[in-house]
């Protein structure tokens, strides 16, 4: 099975930061990953889908990048309400698997 | 969206079913999963239907496998997770959500609000 591996796993940074999470897989998956940001008490929403585009709506301060088993998931500037946890997921296995990685929880310093 | 219902506590062994109604899109030619989250813990997936235009079929993750059905009727756009032999380590946070396609495009873009189920 493909593991994915989030690191960190906690991010404490300030609004304005730029701040880089990485997401690292067991075994090379193309460009098949998305990244989810969710808030809690709420459904995780979809930021970007194939690595690297970003979901109609969210905002272009949102970037990913990578390929086979190394991806990140980029914010350029905090805003507030950037705080939430963060999840890679990869849709590469067949049958799949739809594994997603463990979080990163990013809060303000 | 996704409006979900059904959820609730459980004895270990028993059997639930939750639901997942659908509107805004053509439900039947979407791909449809349900995710779940133990609180304050990470996702899982739990499964997959095809909508039947791609052959209807439906796949599960190993711990739910052959205790865990998901069906959908297209007639009134919904989605079902027929869920027995429930155990303790079932306890958690439902979610369905849509599978937007083609691959690599592929992601879970739409999410219903979540129902919780708990066997104990």
């Known amino acids: 099975d493909i593991q994915l591996t989030q690191s960190p796993s906690f991010l404490s940074a300030s609004v304005g930061d730029r701040v880089t999470i990485t997401c690292r897989a067991s075994q090379g998956i193309s460009t098949y990953l998305a990244w989810y940001q969710q808030k809690p008490g709420k459904a995780p929403k979809l930021l970007i889908y194939a690595a690297s585009t970003l979901q109609s709506g969210v905002p272009s301060r949102f970037s990913g990048s990578g390929s086979g088993t190394e991806f990140t998931l980029t914010i350029s500037s905090l805003q507030p309400e950037d705080f939430a946890t963060y999840y890679c997921?990869?849709?590469?296995?067949?049958?799949?698997?739809?594994?997603f990685g463990q979080g990163t929880r990013l809060e303000i310093k | 969206q996704l409006v979900q219902s059904g959820g609730g506590l459980v004895m270990p062994g028993g059997s639930l079913r939750l639901s997942c109604a659908a509107s805004g899109f053509t439900f039947s030619h979407a791909w449809m999963t349900w995710v779940r989250q133990i609180p304050g813990k990470g996702l899982e997936w739990v499964g997959r239907i095809k909508s039947k235009g791609s052959g209807g079929t439906t796949d599960y993750a190993a711990p739910v496998k052959d205790r865990f059905t998901i069906s959908r009727d297209d007639s009134t756009n919904t989605l079902y997770l027929q869920m027995d032999s429930l155990k303790t380590e079932d306890t958690a946070l439902y979610y369905c959500?849509?599978?937007?396609?083609?691959?690599?495009?592929?992601?879970?873009?739409?999410w219903g609000q979540g129902t919780m189920v708990t066997v104990s």
């Open positions: 959500t849509t599978i937007q396609l083609p691959p690599p495009n592929d992601a879970f873009n739409v």
């Open positions: 997921q990869q849709l590469y296995n067949f049958p799949p698997m739809y594994t």
